[in-house]
């Protein structure tokens, strides 16, 4: 399995490390310009595009995760209501900030918009494509 941090796209090169081989030496593999220009393409989707919200929708461990934070959050919001807490933040971060965090943000932010007002960011969003920030909901 590729890492963005394997690949380097100005050198057309995918560097995989001794640890991913069988033989344990590591291996360079010369990446042409279609698997290149595919790469750029896909490099710039965030957790907000279709292609990678679909594929993430489909993972075992990312289902699991935005349910063990929605339970948790289900469990806790109202007694934190009942504790006069103003606000909640729930942060939810991972390597490059773009995919995975991405688009958990994007299902529990809606999910919870639905009984509570909830707004989100996305820190890194500076860094990739443009994705509007979510509107406060009354």
């Not at 560097?15 to 896909?42: C, F, Y």
Request: with cysteine; charged share 20%; glycine share 4%.
């Amino acid at each position: 399995q590729a890492e963005w941090a394997e690949i380097d796209l100005d050198k057309a090169e995918w560097n995989i490390p001794a640890a991913k081989m069988k033989m344990r030496e590591p291996h360079l593999v010369p990446l042409s310009n279609q698997a290149v220009a595919i790469l750029t393409e896909l490099k710039a989707l965030t957790g907000s595009d279709e292609p990678v919200a679909s594929f993430l929708s489909r993972q075992t461990e990312v289902g699991d995760m935005q349910q063990y934070i929605a339970s948790f959050l289900d469990r806790w919001l109202p007694a934190m209501l009942n504790d006069h807490r103003s606000y909640v933040t729930v942060a939810i971060g991972c390597t490059g900030g773009q995919h995975r965090s991405v688009y958990l943000v994007e299902q529990l932010g809606t999910l919870f918009s639905a009984n509570w007002p909830t707004r989100w960011r996305h820190r890194e969003a500076a860094n990739w494509h443009a994705v509007p920030e979510a509107p406060a909901t009354p």
